[in-house]
């Protein structure tokens, strides 16, 4: 019964990350509009969230060593070019767009998984892929069927083809053995946000505004990546995968939803039907629909 009780509270602990990861879309545009630049909200985020994570698992860092340099710097880079990629391509298309979009990253894993280490994916794959397919031409085409893919919108799948690479990267590095797990992400924190801050610093990206206009960057430094990474962590030891690929799933979802509410997006029939329809994939390929089988 208690750890029933533990799983239920860290599986609701994970449901609010994702509504935080889905308000985190509107609040990147928000600070767009503030004037920071993409390269300065990605240093704001991963160094306000790498202070906090360094101080919660002071321990971890003592653990950090040759090794977890290297692994962290390989794959610490894919993670900074993803959220690059994501950030600029805000610019240009609308956060609900870029929340679904990326997304599509789940599809793209067991593919290029298969690439990498010749494993044929599921037929699960395969379903989820074509389903993300007319749900991305159903996001980004126009209701007479001229294309609406803009800029931002390449850049965002740009962004979820470098997050499955990150994925499958970070997960070949934290099987080695000895490797621990928080302080190969700190590395990979620690470098995207130092990586930003030069470029952010070399473009001039960071206005002059009062202290109050900071708040989208505490924000997301603070809850989307810190709060978010460390609940995420301990969530994984006390739920299933398949509970908890559904429950970050629906950060697209929130996106959408926050989006509307936050910022005014209009909420078109184009917009509700694609992103279903790419919720539906995702779904597919995290779970297999294992929760139906087991339910019989």
């Known amino acids: 019964m208690k750890n029933m009780q533990k799983s239920l509270k860290y599986e609701l602990l994970l449901l609010m990350?994702?509504?935080?990861?889905?308000?985190?879309?509107?609040?990147?545009?928000?600070?767009?509009?503030?004037?920071?630049?993409?390269?300065?909200?990605l240093a704001g985020r991963f160094i306000i969230a790498s202070i906090v994570l360094s101080t919660i698992f002071r321990k971890n860092l003592v653990r950090i060593d040759k090794r977890h340099i290297l692994f962290g710097l390989l794959t610490g880079m894919f993670l900074f070019a993803s959220f690059s990629f994501q950030t600029v391509g805000i610019l240009y298309t609308t956060p609900s767009k870029n929340a679904f979009i990326?997304?599509?990253m789940v599809i793209l894993v067991p593919f290029l998984y298969w690439?990498?280490?010749?494993?044929?994916?599921?037929?699960?794959?395969?379903?989820?892929?074509?389903?993300?397919?007319?749900?991305?031409?159903?996001?980004?085409f126009n209701s007479d069927f001229t294309s609406g893919i803009n800029k931002g919108d390449i850049l965002t799948f740009?962004?979820?083809v470098l997050c499955a690479v990150h994925i499958i990267a970070s997960t070949?590095?934290?099987?080695?053995?000895?490797?621990?797990?928080?302080?190969?992400?700190?590395?990979?924190?620690?470098?995207?946000?130092?990586?930003?801050?030069?470029?952010?610093?070399?473009?001039k990206e960071v206005p002059r505004v009062t202290l109050i206009n900071w708040w989208p960057l505490v924000f997301m430094g603070l809850l989307n990546t810190g709060l978010g990474f460390t609940i995420q962590t301990f969530a994984h030891k006390y739920s299933t995968p398949t509970k908890t690929s559904i429950i970050v799933s629906t950060e697209a979802v929130f996106g959408s939803i926050a989006s509307v509410l936050i910022i005014g997006e209009p909420l078109t029939v184009q917009l509700v039907i694609g992103g279903l329809l790419i919720f539906v994939a995702v779904i597919t390929v995290e779970t297999?629909?294992?929760?139906?089988?087991?339910?019989r």
């Not at 297999?288 to 339910?295: A, E, G, H, I, L």
């Open 17 to 41: 990350v994702a509504l935080i990861w889905g308000v985190g879309f509107p609040v990147t545009k928000i600070a767009v509009q503030l004037g920071f630049g993409p390269f300065a909200i």
């Open 115 to 140: 690439f990498i280490y010749k494993e044929k994916p599921s037929k699960y794959a395969f379903i989820g892929a074509f389903v993300a397919l007319i749900g991305g031409l159903a996001l980004t």
């Open 158 to 160: 740009g962004c979820a």
């Open 288 to 295: 297999r629909f294992d929760f139906f089988r087991r339910n």
């Open 172 to 203: 070949h590095f934290a099987k080695k053995e000895g490797i621990d797990s928080i302080a190969f992400t700190l590395v990979q924190f620690y470098l995207a946000g130092i990586i930003a801050l030069v470029i952010a610093l070399f473009n």
């Open 102 to 104: 990326t997304q599509m």
